[in-house]
């Protein structure tokens, strides 16, 4: 595609529900990056891929958060028994292969834990 | 560890000046750093790239700078606009650790042009 998608744009869940939250980066990227944003603050790192390499998952929260990435395509964040504080933008970024490339981001997703 | 700070948090200035952010970051072992803008409840857009290499790069009104040696980078807004009102982010991406590339960001500055 143009420009890297998430889906949903939007989403509301009740505490302790399993949400899944999706990024499709731009086409030939091989980095892809997913960051959270809570409401007026900064972006924290969160988890970051590179092609078929161990990802780097030092900035994930706790064991209730993951992600899975398929090749060089999708990604889904996955957030287990979510609590309050989980709500935020989740904002996805992808670049080319090299560290001397622009990385881009998608919309983000806005969750809301009710 | 990688720290990446910007001053001033917030900026507000009327229409037509020339305005200057600052970003500083800690580790001078990056790729490059890249500017972007986020406006209220959107996504990042990338407005400028600089290698590690570079001094410096320009599109349009906005000309960025980078002194790695000292660990700081500028944006200068040329003729600002009520449009450029928005929050403009800096990121490093830090070079080869373990295989993490991952951006390093600052917290951003929050400009407001006044018409």
């Known amino acids: 595609g143009a420009g890297v998608s998430q889906s949903p744009s939007n989403k509301v869940t009740e505490k302790g529900k399993d949400v899944e939250l999706r990024c499709d980066p731009i086409s030939g990227h091989t980095a892809l990056y997913w960051y959270r944003q809570r409401l007026g603050q900064g972006l924290e790192f969160l988890i970051y891929f590179q092609g078929n390499s161990a990802p780097d998952k030092s900035g994930l929260p706790s064991d209730r958060f993951s992600a899975e990435r398929t090749g060089e395509s999708v990604s889904t964040l996955t957030i287990q028994r979510t609590q309050q504080e989980d709500s935020a933008v989740y904002l996805c970024a992808s670049s080319p292969f090299t560290g001397y490339t622009e990385a881009f981001f998608g919309q983000g997703t806005r969750l809301t834990v009710v | 560890k990688q720290e990446v700070t910007q001053i001033p948090a917030a900026l507000s200035v009327p229409e037509g000046e020339n305005l200057v952010l600052n970003c500083s970051f800690t580790?001078?072992?990056?790729?490059?750093l890249q500017w972007f803008r986020q406006d209220p409840g959107k996504g990042l857009t990338s407005l400028l790239l600089i290698q590690s290499s570079q001094r410096e790069q320009t599109s349009g009104r906005l000309n960025a700078s980078l002194d790695k040696s000292s660990g700081r980078s500028t944006l200068y807004i040329a003729a600002s606009q009520p449009g450029d009102s928005a929050t403009y982010l800096c990121a490093v991406r830090r070079g080869r650790e373990g295989g993490s590339e991952k951006l390093v960001f600052g917290k951003g500055t929050k400009l407001t042009v006044n018409p």
């Open positions: 580790d001078s072992a990056i790729y490059n």
